[in-house]
């Protein structure tokens, strides 16, 4: 069951205020701890507060700050989008939202309010986010002064546009329908948005809702108020522009008409402030003089002795400016209106179906890990317990730029080992902000710990003929120094290979670190993260033709590793054919290791084999091995051999633009991992990141 949902709008002015009212009550029959969050906020600075956040947490009094409910002022994010940082821009959205997830027991997402330019980049973003954050997504739309069709077609638009991005949809609620049009629009939605669940309500239109208050039209167009300041929460229902005779414009009265005119018509004045205390005429909103003139001091006089029980405010505009001006003032809910929030709940408990929306809500299956949350979720538990990992490759410049970041954040120690001069050369070549005071540079050569290592590889090497002369020439590696940082535990990890090939960088690992205990086959995995999901591949790049055996325990660290990094392992067992089709040696080796991995962990879901397309497609699963618990599903996929698993990562990683980050080595008893030569400064972020949580995994154990 999801524990969020993503208010999303298709369009400007769709009534969010009146759509959250609702939801925030319907969940607080649930639970007190509610969050609120919008990503993005249309207000200007800081010191002005975002209207809805404002509403939900004055009326309902909640238990959070106002500065943890938003990540952005617009400005901001058009700021940083204007400069091509989309990934800080949605990192820091990220951060915001998962502080305030972990203090609530359901997050209420609020999307942005399509305001000025950029409503393109405004959709994009609402829908980025909502599938990073993992929040099914509720769509509200409109149909004020509106046909059936032209209040679908925006809804079913944005509905097909999130759906196309991989987004959960709830379902519609679509607001201020006219009352004659409720019935034909629901049934409208019903007949062309089939597929999301038949979750939709329709709420009809209410003057007292979308009708400005006197306070807000004065406030709008800054206006002077001369009179009746206490009825400024008359609600203008109408606009009437009066420049004819008395007799003439009365006939055209309204219920809460507010009347516009030229501030020395006099006559007009006081004829309508008679006609509105009049039981022959309706009761009006309001008089607005413009132009900048006063009514004569004749009049102003006679006024001061009627006390109108009328608001009478004054603009400088003209009349056709002011009345071009009060299209654009927009009727709010807010905190202090309480019949308005009284109504808005009333309409939405009549008109929206909470039962089956609730219904809906629970019914949603959390979907894989995205791989924004999964890198979000690395680093924060990289922060909780900092460890110290040795970067042998200290003069390269992604190895510098990934310290620079890491230290930066706080997420761990480092030592850079190399010759102190070129690694500070280096560092002011490439790694400019690194705050010497954070790191350590370590010369193997200069180290006082170096005789000791070279003593203590001596005697761990020496049954294999190692001298004493070796051993001493052996340590002046930065891989073997780095690696023996690690076994003395002077270091918690190693990572290495920006410009070391894979075996300079793991014999040494192999050679005295050794495997876990019950574990005799190092192995690596791949993380993919791929747009909508984290796939776990093993073995693509350590064992070339494991036997069955073997594959068999490569498929139980992978699985244990994908749970130590908080995903959870569905594990595949990978061949050219699917259940009991296929026959041959290559197949059988892995229906051996299938059998062997599920009598050793009766506990983890093993299936195999079965072919990627079945293992990865819900639909080709089902078709190929309808009883399969894995089939469809699968999040940890073991290839059979190097060959197919390597080609594989990379064909993945060339074709859908993934990220695939390692391998990561699993199986020994401290971690020591490997960078690709070609590795960019997020892979050597990343690697870093995983290696961090792979010592603290290990000193768990110990």
Known sequence: MTNCIYIATAEPRCGKSLISLGLTDMLLRRTRRIGVFRPIISVDSPDHRDKNIDLLLSYFNLDLEYADTYAFLMREANELRSQN??????????????ALERRSDFVLCIGSDFVGEGSAFEFEMNAQIAKNLGCPVLVVGHAADRTVEEAVTPVQMAIDAFLERECQVLGTIVNRVEPDLMAELRASLQHRLPDIGQFISVIPANRSLSSPTMQEIAQHLQAEVLYGEEQLTNQAYRYLIIAMQMHHYLPRLSENALIITPGDRGEIILSALQAHVSHSYPQLAGIMLTTGLKPPPTVMTLLDGLSPTLPIIAVEQDTYETATE???????????????IALSLKLFDEYVNTYALEERISSVEVRGMTPRMFLYNITQKAKVDKKHIVLPEGTDERILKATEILTNQDALQVTLLGHEAEVKAAIRRFGKRIDLAKIQIVDPAQSPHFFDYVETLYQLRRHKCLSLDNARDWMLDVSYFGTMMVYKGHADGMVSGATHTTEHTIRPALQFIKTQPGISIVS???????????????????????????????????ADTARAFGLEPKVAMLSYSSGESGKGEDVEKVRQATQIAQERRPDLLIDGPMQYDAAVDPYVGQRKMPDSPVAGQASVLIFPDLNTGNNTYKAVQRETGGIAIGPILQGLNKPVNDLSRGSTVDDVINTILFTVLQAQQAAEHQ
């Open 85 to 98: 940082r989309d990934d800080e821009l949605l990192d820091r959205i990220f951060e915001k939202y998962k």
């Open 326 to 340: 009060l299209a654009h003032i927009r009727s709010y809910i807010n905190a202090h209106n309480d019949t308005r």
């Open 524 to 558: 690596s995995v791949f993380f993919m993260c791929l747009e909508d999901r984290v796939l776990i591949y093993g073995d693509c790049a350590v064992n070339p033709n494991p036997n069955a055996e073997e594959l068999a325990e490569i498929a139980i660290s992978s």
